[in-house]
């Protein structure tokens, strides 16, 4: 057989041997690739191994800890270990009274510890043999104290009774604390009572009574003449009542146009009479008046009165027992009911020949010229007062009974508070508006004490809702007599207001704000150095 030409053969093995070695060459590249994958990812692994021991010894460096504490078999962490539960059973045996077994377990604790220090001071990990004998007689007393129940589900329990215990504790001390605090700024000083007394023997010695009718009668005129400053006090304290009529003509640009209507009541009346008979206030005219004098004050006419003749309210404010104490002693303070007290509410009553006054509490200080006040134009309202609101605290809804029907319909619980204390009267006003009968009608409907408890301010916001004027805050700061208040507030103030307990004639009086209100006593007075005021 001729065998072909070679161009003529078929290149059936050429075009085999092409697609082997392509498809080998493409294995190899694909193995390279896999290869090259493999050792990335080893070397991005080592990263991260090499990365981790730095973080750890961080770790170990915030903690405290060695490497040998690390091991799984590490002697150290067993017996720290250790040592955290049994301080922390320590605390629950001392609760518990079992001091024997408290005081085995605080020297078996410092064992604990002693160990360690003399392990760190020499730098070397502990040995079985020298922390064995430790760590067993300390399982011991923890096996111990979980059979005496010191677990924490234990400790969980007897704190929350401790701490229910602690807040009764309180409760109990805070009750007792508001109490005594009570009582103590209820009381009347002996100096003070002392001073009463030398002056109704005083009043009662005297016989120059034509000398005091005269000038009486003197001063009759001035009481109603509508173009002097007319201010009133309602007071049963002689000495606090005085302060307020000194510091006022001390500090006025026209002492001889102020006239001052003291009201008090019969105990005082003769010693009030004889004190600023005696004494001169820079020619100030001071007129004593006693509440007995008002015969139209009666239960038929003053809702306070009818109420006193009730059994339940005589209950409530002197028996000291209703309702279990729950009520606080502040509530049920039998000056509230005191006509003293609501007199205020009777102002065009008790003065019908003027106009406008300005009405004062016995408890403040007077530092600057009041008679600005009497041209101060209140815009057709009845009350002019220095507003409380810049707190919550001190908005409707703080004294009143919003759960009331009453009160949720007629008034807005954010309204705006004031203070009583240093008011001015439009009496024209009041009597035309007849704010005497608005009183009236509130005091009716609290005669079971559901709109209101406390005081003479809520049933006053009550009255002169709608019918108050608000007044610059410099004319009236409050507060020296429970809290900090501001200096700046001091010195720009007109009239300071020592409300609250520590009133400056008591004990408790606060010390810093005292100088304010002494610097208007002249304790050089004989009456005074005799009933040992200081």
């Known amino acids: 057989m001729r065998r072909r030409n070679s161009d003529f053969r078929r290149p059936v093995r050429r075009r085999f041997s092409n697609v082997f070695w392509l498809t080998l060459c493409g294995l190899v590249v694909l193995l390279l690739i896999i290869l090259l994958s493999r050792t990335t990812r080893d070397s991005s692994s080592r990263l991260v191994y090499t990365k981790r021991p730095y973080r750890h010894d961080r770790i170990a460096d915030g903690l405290n800890i060695t490497e040998e504490m690390l091991r799984p078999e590490s002697m150290t962490r067993q017996i720290n270990d250790q040592i955290s539960l049994a301080k922390a059973i320590l605390v629950i045996a001392k609760e518990s009274n079992n001091l024997q077994f408290a005081w085995e377990l605080s020297a078996q604790i410092r064992n604990s510890q002693m160990l360690l220090s003399n392990a760190a001071s020499r730098r070397s990990p502990l040995t079985n043999g020298e922390s064995e004998s430790v760590i067993r007689d ?5 096996y111990q104290a979980q059979q005496l129940h010191y677990d924490s589900a234990t400790m969980f329990m007897r704190l929350k009774a401790k701490i229910q215990s602690l807040e009764e504790q309180a409760n109990s001390f805070s009750e007792k604390s508001s109490k ?37 009668k003197q001063a009759a005129v001035k009481l109603v003449d509508t173009g002097l400053y007319h201010f009133c006090v309602f007071s049963d304290n002689i000495l606090a009542t005085s302060v307020v009529v000194n510091s006022t003509a001390m500090n006025s640009k026209n002492p001889d146009m102020v006239v001052f209507h003291l009201v008090t009541d019969e105990v005082n009346y003769a010693a009030m009479k004889a004190w600023f008979t005696m004494n001169s206030f820079r ?26 003749q009730d059994s ?25 009911l005191s006509m003293l007290n609501h007199l205020r509410f009777y102002i065009p009553e008790v003065f019908p020949a003027l106009k406008k ?25 009845v009350n002019g007062a220095v507003e409380t609101c810049m707190e919550t605290f001190h908005r409707y809804h703080k004294y009143l009974n919003y759960s009331h029907p009453l009160i ?50 809520p049933p006053g916001l009550l009255t ?5 004027e608000a007044l610059n805050p410099s004319w009236h700061v409050l507060g020296f007599g429970y809290t900090n208040v501001d200096s700046k507030l001091i010195e720009k103030g007109a009239v300071l207001h020592f409300n609250g307990n520590s009133k400056p004639w008591l004990k408790i009086g606060i010390e ?21 005021f200081h």
Not at 312 to 329: C, E, L, M, V
């Open 138 to 142: 300390m399982a011991l007393l923890l």
């Open 180 to 216: 005594y605090g009570q009582i103590a700024a209820e009381e009347v000083p002996k100096s003070l009572y002392c001073l009463g007394v030398r002056l109704t023997a005083e009043w009662f010695r005297s016989s120059n009574l034509q000398k005091q009718l005269k000038e009486e």
């Open 283 to 308: 020619g100030v005219t001071v007129v004593v008046q006693k509440i007995e004098e008002f015969s139209w004050l009666n239960a038929s006419y003053v809702p306070v009165l009818k109420q006193l």
């Open 312 to 336: 339940d309210t005589q209950n409530y404010y002197f028996s000291g027992n209703h309702d279990n104490s729950r009520t606080p002693i502040k509530f049920r303070n039998p000056k509230y």
């Open 357 to 381: 006054v300005v009405f004062l509490d016995d408890d403040v200080v007077v530092q600057k010229d009041l008679s600005a006040l009497f041209t101060t134009d209140l815009n057709g309202n």
């Open 408 to 457: 949720r319909q007629h008034f807005d619980p954010d309204a705006c508070g004031w203070a009583f204390g240093m008011n001015v009267f439009d009496l024209v006003e009041w009597r035309k508006r007849n704010v005497t009968g608005i009183y009236h009608y509130w005091q009716d409907k609290n005669v079971d004490r559901t709109l209101w408890k406390l005081g003479t301010l």
């Open 464 to 468: 002169f809702y709608g019918l108050t």
């Open 512 to 532: 810093k704000y005292k100088p304010l209100w002494d610097k208007y006593v002249d304790y050089s007075h004989p009456l005074l150095q005799q009933c040992n």
